[in-house]
């Protein structure tokens, strides 16, 4: 299961993490962000060992939204030691390109 990242813990969940972090902004009402939810999900077991996978809701984390100039949604981030190394807008992902963008950081 994907953690849940909030303001107060994005700083030790995710900038100061020492394995590579995979960050899924996301929404309730956001439909193409509930069809790719349960692959978050999946990616998040799998990689647990090697990476740290989770969501931010922008309605209730407005700040860190803003912070991250995330658009649209879903927008999925890949930070590693602290900074963004890549980026997908949309919701035409899958379970493998997720972990593969993850190994090659």
């Known amino acids: ?18 394995k590579p972090v995979l960050v899924d902004f996301w929404a309730e009402w956001c439909g193409p962000c509930k069809m790719i939810s ?4 999946q990616v998040a077991e ?13 309605d209730t984390e407005q700040e860190l939204a803003r912070e991250y100039s ?4 879903p927008t999925i981030l ?5 900074e963004i190394k890549d980026k997908i807008v949309g919701a035409a992902v899958t379970a493998d390109l997720l972990k593969e963008k993850l190994a090659a950081l």
Do not use: C, E, H, R
């Not at 349960?38 to 999900?41: K, Q, T």
């Not at 799998?46 to 922008?58: E, M, Q």
């Not at 995330?70 to 949604?73: G, H, K, V």
């Open 1 to 18: 299961m994907a953690k849940q990242f909030t303001k107060d813990s994005f700083q030790s969940d995710v900038l100061d993490s020492d």
């Open 46 to 58: 799998s990689v647990s060992d090697t990476a740290v996978v989770g969501k931010v809701n922008v």
């Open 38 to 41: 349960p692959l978050i999900d």
């Open 70 to 73: 995330i658009q649209s949604i």
């Open 78 to 82: 890949f930070f590693k030691n602290g």
